[in-house]
Antibody
């Protein structure tokens, strides 16, 4: 059974970099695809990006200039960095596993609320 | 990017109703369409993948259909625990995109 757990600061100042970690248990980060999704309060799901095979990434075009995803194979973690944040980046951030074949998001973390405020 | 248009945005349902939600994509995506259920305060949960395949553990009252650009999620007999928001997602191309969601209320 794969389990995902997001962690990181719940409060980030404007213009700073948001950094989140998704710890994976029950499977290796190198054997699956990993996705970050976010959801502002009361709004829908927004796809942030996808990473697999250590360095292959696909980002949402509107966030591409500010997003970096990476895999830490030694810790079995997926990381998300979002730079130059504003209040518009306040949201619940989820990590999820994407199935390689069917390309669905079959396992999700519980989500972490990140608030951007001074 | 492939646009995903989901309708309706809101839906009123009663226990026992047959409920239908639709998604339309801006380009043909074969059957790379997934459906998720989200209850408030929880992460989304996969219901249907590849347009019509039922995820393990999901009740059989949920079903999906469609291919190309038009897709449907059907709940055959709505149950109290089905009050939630439902999202479709295309996984044919990156960036993956979600529909706007359908909130199903009493």
């Amino acid at each position: 059974q794969v389990q995902l757990q997001e962690s990181g600061p719940g409060l980030v100042k404007p213009s700073e970099t948001l950094s989140l970690t998704c710890s994976v248990s029950g499977g290796s980060v190198t054997s699956s695809y990993w996705t970050w999704v976010r959801q502002p309060a009361g709004k829908g799901l927004e796809y942030i990006g996808l990473i697999y095979s250590r360095d292959v990434t696909h980002y949402q075009p509107s966030l591409k200039s500010r997003v970096t995803m990476s895999l830490d194979t030694s810790k079995n973690q997926v990381t998300l960095k979002l730079s130059s944040v504003t209040a518009a980046d306040t949201a619940v951030y989820y990590c999820a596993r994407e199935q390689k074949t069917s390309r669905d998001l079959d396992y999700w973390g519980q989500g972490i609320l990140v608030t951007v405020s001074s | 990017d492939i646009q995903v248009t989901q309708s309706p945005s809101f839906l009123s349902a009663s226990v026992g109703d047959r409920v239908t939600i639709t998604c339309r994509t801006s380009h043909s995506i074969s059957t790379y369409l997934n459906w998720y259920q989200q209850v408030p305060g929880k992460a989304p949960k996969l219901l249907i993948f590849a347009a019509s395949s039922l995820q393990s553990g999901v009740p059989s009252r949920f079903s999906g259909s469609g291919s190309g650009t038009d897709f449907t999620l059907t709940i055959s007999s709505f149950q109290p625990e089905d009050f939630a928001t439902y999202y479709c997602q295309q996984s044919y191309a990156t960036p993956r995109t979600f529909g706007q969601g359908t909130k199903v209320e009493i």
